[in-house]
């Protein structure tokens, strides 16, 4: 896969400074597939509703971890304050908090639903990100995220599972951007 198979064609300046702001996603990602998979031990060694608590307040602390991180890596973590795209970052997070109430309602019905509704979620946000960062392999990352919910509903994956999911595939997929933002920047020096 090159790097035009991945791109939109001719990037718009909003974009570029979202791509080169936050190492195209890729920590962000990252940091919430490690998240997962924290939320997926806390199922393992104590309880699913322990295990939903450590995925929602992991959640609220991606950001400012990926920021963290991303700094630490040379990547700014910012971007201009007037680029309509962080207006919509912003607007598809409160979309998705708002669903986590949705996610946590299920919880009440089964636990394991939880973990597979935000996999669905998280699935539909990333799809938003193909548009803020140019990226169309956040489609596939999104769809990706999509059938597996769909997978493990169908065979009635426990929350241990479900949860192991999607930090694998997160992390996996994070790295992936990552090393297309370095091979990117590399180009580019």
């Known amino acids: 896969m090159t790097d035009k198979d991945l791109n939109f064609g001719n990037m718009p300046d909003a974009q570029k400074d979202m791509r080169e702001g936050y190492g195209y996603g890729s920590v962000g990602v990252f940091v919430s597939g490690m998240v997962w998979v924290l939320s997926s031990f806390m199922v393992y060694y104590d309880s699913s509703q322990k295990g939903i608590w450590a995925l929602i307040i992991g959640g609220m602390l991606i950001f400012p971890a990926a ?24 607007e598809g ?16 019905i089964n636990p394991q639903w939880f973990f597979q509704g935000m996999l669905m979620i998280i699935g539909g946000r990333y799809l938003t990100f193909a548009s803020i960062y140019g990226l169309r392999l956040y489609w596939i990352f999104g ?19 479900s949860a192991l999911a999607g930090g694998c595939i997160e992390i996996i997929s994070g790295l ?8 990117d920047k590399q180009k580019t020096r």
């Open 176 to 183: 992936v951007i990552y090393s297309l933002y370095r091979n």
């Open 67 to 90: 920021a963290l991180i991303g700094k630490l890596i040379g990547i700014k973590a910012s971007h201009h304050k007037d680029n309509p795209l962080g207006k919509l970052a912003m």
């Open 93 to 108: 997070t409160i979309w998705m908090i708002m669903c986590v109430v949705l996610a946590y309602g299920l919880s009440i």
């Open 143 to 161: 769809a990706v995220l999509a059938i597996a919910a769909y997978v493990l509903f169908r065979i009635q994956a426990g929350s241990f599972l």
